[in-house]
């Protein structure tokens, strides 16, 4: 599996951004996926997962009403859209496949992780 995410950069506290992560080898069209987020010195944190159609999808209460997690099946894509940004969602995220078609918070549910793409917000 090779996950490819993009999106991230720097932006201004209120401000968006949408986050991407594609699996050119279209291996994950069956799995939840899911991401996350890290910042130096803390454990990962779950942010947002989808079900493998779409059908679910849960959020960090930390990120709830601010961002969408969505899935395009026939692009093979998941993308975060990210509203309202604060300085605290700095971070490098993560994108996620995880082992079933439904997953949850816990990192361990995923298997395959992405190169994580850096996301700054300045106040």
């Known amino acids: 599996v090779q996950l490819q995410a993009s999106g991230g950069g720097l932006v201004q506290a209120g401000g968006s951004l949408r986050l991407s992560c594609a699996d050119p080898?279209?291996?994950?069209?069956?799995?939840?996926v899911g991401w996350f987020r890290q910042t130096p010195g803390k454990e990962c944190e779950f942010v947002a997962q989808?079900?493998?159609?779409?059908?679910?999808?849960s959020y960090a209460d930390t990120v709830k009403g601010r961002f969408t997690i969505s899935r395009d099946r026939a692009k093979n894509t998941v993308d975060l859209q990210m509203s309202a940004l604060k300085p605290e969602d700095t971070a490098v995220y993560y994108c996620?496949?995880?082992?079933?078609?439904?997953?949850?918070?816990?990192?361990?549910?995923?298997?395959?992780w992405g190169q994580g793409t850096q996301v700054t917000v300045s106040s």
């Open positions: 989808i079900s493998w159609n779409g059908g679910s999808k």
């Open positions: 080898k279209r291996t994950f069209s069956n799995n939840a």
């Open positions: 996620a496949v995880a082992r079933g078609s439904h997953s949850g918070a816990s990192a361990t549910s995923y298997a395959y």
